[in-house]
Protein backbone atom coordinates (compact mmCIF):
# COMPACT_ATOMS: atom_id res chain seq x y z
CA UNK A 1 0.00 0.00 0.00
CA UNK A 2 0.83 3.96 -0.75
CA UNK A 3 -0.50 6.81 0.87
CA UNK A 4 -0.38 10.30 -0.72
CA UNK A 5 -0.52 13.41 0.86
CA UNK A 6 -0.66 16.78 -1.39
CA UNK A 7 0.12 19.91 0.29
CA UNK A 8 0.54 23.39 -0.77
CA UNK A 9 -3.00 24.80 -2.88
CA UNK A 10 -4.50 27.89 -2.26
CA UNK A 11 -5.77 30.92 -3.43
CA UNK A 12 -3.57 32.77 -5.92
CA UNK A 13 -4.08 35.92 -8.02
CA UNK A 14 -3.88 35.40 -11.84
CA UNK A 15 0.11 35.87 -12.56
CA UNK A 16 0.43 34.48 -9.18
CA UNK A 17 2.90 30.95 -8.44
CA UNK A 18 2.29 28.05 -6.78
CA UNK A 19 4.03 24.83 -5.36
CA UNK A 20 2.56 21.94 -4.80
CA UNK A 21 4.13 18.74 -3.20
CA UNK A 22 2.78 15.44 -2.33
CA UNK A 23 4.30 13.41 0.08
CA UNK A 24 4.43 9.32 -0.48
CA UNK A 25 4.50 6.85 2.17
CA UNK A 26 3.87 2.81 2.97
CA UNK A 27 5.46 0.85 -0.32
CA UNK A 28 7.67 3.27 -2.03
CA UNK A 29 10.02 1.29 -3.30
CA UNK A 30 7.36 -0.24 -5.67
CA UNK A 31 6.68 3.33 -6.88
CA UNK A 32 7.23 4.18 -10.52
CA UNK A 33 5.26 6.77 -12.55
CA UNK A 34 3.96 9.53 -10.56
CA UNK A 35 1.57 12.01 -11.76
CA UNK A 36 -0.56 15.46 -11.13
CA UNK A 37 -4.22 15.94 -12.01
CA UNK A 38 -6.84 18.07 -11.96
CA UNK A 39 -10.53 18.30 -11.83
CA UNK A 40 -13.02 21.08 -12.01
CA UNK A 41 -16.32 21.40 -11.13
CA UNK A 42 -18.33 19.76 -13.83
CA UNK A 43 -15.50 18.56 -15.60
CA UNK A 44 -13.50 15.11 -15.85
CA UNK A 45 -10.50 14.88 -14.28
CA UNK A 46 -7.41 14.91 -16.50
CA UNK A 47 -3.90 14.74 -16.77
CA UNK A 48 -2.06 17.92 -16.15
CA UNK A 49 2.32 16.24 -15.91
CA UNK A 50 3.98 13.08 -15.17
CA UNK A 51 7.01 12.34 -14.33
CA UNK A 52 8.51 8.48 -14.67
CA UNK A 53 11.33 6.78 -12.18
CA UNK A 54 13.98 7.93 -14.61
CA UNK A 55 12.60 11.42 -14.40
CA UNK A 56 11.11 11.42 -17.92
CA UNK A 57 8.15 14.09 -17.97
CA UNK A 58 5.46 15.09 -20.26
CA UNK A 59 2.76 17.83 -19.60
CA UNK A 60 -0.81 18.66 -20.67
CA UNK A 61 -0.26 21.37 -23.68
CA UNK A 62 -2.51 23.90 -22.28
CA UNK A 63 0.97 24.00 -19.47
CA UNK A 64 3.43 23.27 -21.37
CA UNK A 65 6.15 25.99 -20.18
CA UNK A 66 4.15 27.21 -17.33
CA UNK A 67 4.60 23.88 -15.06
CA UNK A 68 7.02 21.76 -14.19
CA UNK A 69 6.81 18.41 -12.66
CA UNK A 70 9.77 17.28 -10.19
CA UNK A 71 10.37 14.24 -7.60
CA UNK A 72 12.56 13.98 -4.90
CA UNK A 73 13.14 10.57 -4.70
CA UNK A 74 15.10 10.89 -1.39
CA UNK A 75 12.07 12.36 0.31
CA UNK A 76 9.59 10.47 -1.82
CA UNK A 77 7.85 13.45 -2.78
CA UNK A 78 6.80 14.99 -6.54
CA UNK A 79 6.44 18.58 -6.39
CA UNK A 80 4.20 20.61 -9.14
CA UNK A 81 5.59 24.30 -9.77
CA UNK A 82 3.35 26.21 -11.31
CA UNK A 83 3.83 29.76 -12.40
CA UNK A 84 1.61 32.33 -14.68
CA UNK A 85 -1.25 30.38 -13.04
CA UNK A 86 -4.65 31.67 -15.43
CA UNK A 87 -8.44 31.53 -13.80
CA UNK A 88 -8.68 28.30 -15.86
CA UNK A 89 -6.02 26.44 -13.88
CA UNK A 90 -8.34 26.79 -10.83
CA UNK A 91 -9.19 23.22 -9.96
CA UNK A 92 -8.92 20.35 -7.33
CA UNK A 93 -5.33 19.10 -7.94
CA UNK A 94 -4.93 15.25 -6.95
CA UNK A 95 -1.63 13.20 -6.82
CA UNK A 96 -1.12 10.21 -8.25
CA UNK A 97 1.01 7.11 -8.17
CA UNK A 98 1.38 3.95 -10.03
CA UNK A 99 3.00 1.22 -7.51
CA UNK A 100 1.94 -2.46 -6.29
CA UNK A 101 -1.27 -3.17 -6.22
CA UNK A 102 -2.05 0.23 -7.58
CA UNK A 103 -3.05 2.59 -8.57
CA UNK A 104 -3.06 5.12 -5.75
CA UNK A 105 -4.20 8.35 -5.08
CA UNK A 106 -4.57 11.46 -2.81
CA UNK A 107 -6.62 13.36 -0.98
CA UNK A 108 -6.54 16.43 -3.32
CA UNK A 109 -5.73 20.15 -2.79
CA UNK A 110 -7.90 23.41 -4.27
CA UNK A 111 -6.06 25.85 -6.36
CA UNK A 112 -8.02 28.84 -7.06
CA UNK A 113 -6.82 31.86 -8.83
CA UNK A 114 -8.69 34.46 -8.95
CA UNK A 115 -8.40 38.54 -8.49
Known amino acids: QVQLVESGGGLVQPGGSLRLACAAS????????MAWYHQAPGKQRELVAA???????NYKDSVKGRFTISRDNAKNTVYLQMNSLKPEDTAVYYC?????????WGQGTQVTVSS
Open 96 to 104: HANAYRGPY
Open 26 to 33: GSIFTIGR
Open 51 to 57: ISSGGTT
